[in-house]
C-alpha cells in the first residue's frame, strides 16, 4: 500500500495561517481572515452529452457559487462548442471554469485529474454509467474508481 509522505512543514504553515485568520476573524476583520485561509478549490465536472447534463451542471454550479469554488469540465472530444453554450448560466455568475476535452475513458481521466491535482475538492457526474464513455471492457473491468479516487464523487443522477 502506497502512502504518501507528510510534509510537517506545511502542515505547520497551515495551522499558522489558519490561527492567523483566526485572531483577524476575531478582530472583525473578517475579509482578510478569509484571504488568509483561501485555498484554490475546484469542483470537476463531467459532461457527456446526454440529458442529465443539465442536473449535473445545476449541482456543480451551486456548490461552486455557495464555495467559492472554481470549475474544472471534461466532456468527450468534438463536444466543446455544445458544451460551452450550456455554461452560459456559470459565466453569468462569474464563476471561474476551465473545459478541456478527453479523447479516451472518461473514468481514467477522472483518475489522472484527481490524482494531479489536489485542489480538486469533488467531482461531480450525473450517473455511473457516464463514467463508463469511452472506456473498453478492460478498462472499465480494471478500474474500480471509488478505490482510487482522492475525493469524493457525487452522483446527481444515481
Known amino acids: 500500500m502506497d502512502r504518501e509522505k507528510i ?11 489558519i490561527l492567523s485568520a483566526s485572531a ?3 478582530a472583525g476583520e473578517y475579509e482578510t481572515a478569509r484571504q488568509l485561509i483561501k485555498s484554490d478549490h475546484r469542483v470537476l465536472l463531467m459532461l457527456t452529452g446526454t440529458m442529465g447534463d443539465a442536473k449535473s ?3 456543480a454550479e451551486n456548490f461552486c457559487e455557495r464555495m467559492k469554488a472554481k470549475l ?4 468527450p472530444a468534438g463536444m466543446r462548442e455544445c458544451v460551452e453554450v450550456s455554461l452560459s448560466s456559470i459565466r453569468g455568475k ?3 471554469y476551465t473545459l478541456d476535452e478527453t479523447d479516451g475513458c472518461l473514468k481514467q481521466a477522472v483518475v489522472d485529474i484527481t490524482s494531479r491535482d489536489r485542489d480538486i475538492r469533488y467531482v461531480v457526474v450525473n450517473s455511473y454509467s457516464d463514467l463508463e464513455s469511452g472506456c473498453g471492457k478492460e478498462a472499465n473491468a480494471q478500474l474500480d474508481i471509488a478505490d482510487i479516487m482522492k475525493c469524493p464523487l ?5
Open 57 to 59: 451542471l445545476k449541482y
Open 154 to 158: 457525487v452522483v446527481v443522477g444515481a
Open 94 to 96: 462569474g464563476i471561474e
Open 72 to 75: 474544472e469540465v471534461v466532456c
Open 7 to 17: 510534509d510537517m512543514r506545511e502542515i505547520m504553515n497551515q495551522l499558522g495561517d
Open 24 to 26: 483577524f476573524a476575531e
